[in-house]
């Protein structure tokens, strides 16, 4: 199972998308957020704003993602572009690139696209994964 430790934790969460709720549209945010329902838009925080979101486990989101620091357990169909750090969960599925400056997985996320390192400059440079025989 998935458990956030004390690194993996977001600061405060001023935006939060409860489980409930459906948003059509492109969202942009600063400060932390914390998505539970379902985003049909591209989820991205301020330029320049240290910012962080966190997907849940039952989240969907139908667009690409940019934010500072990124924490998923649930579904993006689109890229996600972290500046810092993206862990992914054991539930994350992600139909997309990433692009990261570190990355962190569980056993059990998946990744349908590429894996993109950041460079110190800002440009990606796409990293080689070899399937594991199991």
Do not use: P, Q, W
């Amino acid at each position: 199972m998935f458990k956030r430790r004390e690194k993996d934790r977001i600061g405060s969460i001023d935006t939060l998308i409860g489980k409930h709720v459906s948003v059509h549209g492109d969202i942009e945010f600063a400060g932390g957020m914390h998505v539970d329902g379902c985003v049909s838009g591209n989820v991205r925080a301020e330029g320049g704003v240290d910012a962080s979101l966190s997907i849940s486990e039952g989240a969907v989101i139908d667009g690409s993602v940019a934010a500072s620091h990124v924490i998923a357990n649930g579904r993006v169909n689109g890229d996600i572009v972290a500046s810092g750090r993206v862990v992914l969960g054991a539930k994350a599925r992600v139909r997309g690139d990433v692009h990261y400056d570190v990355i962190e997985m569980a056993l059990g996320a998946e990744i349908s696209g590429k894996l993109k390192k950041r460079a110190a400059d800002g440009t990606s440079h796409t990293v080689r994964v070899k399937k594991l025989a199991g």
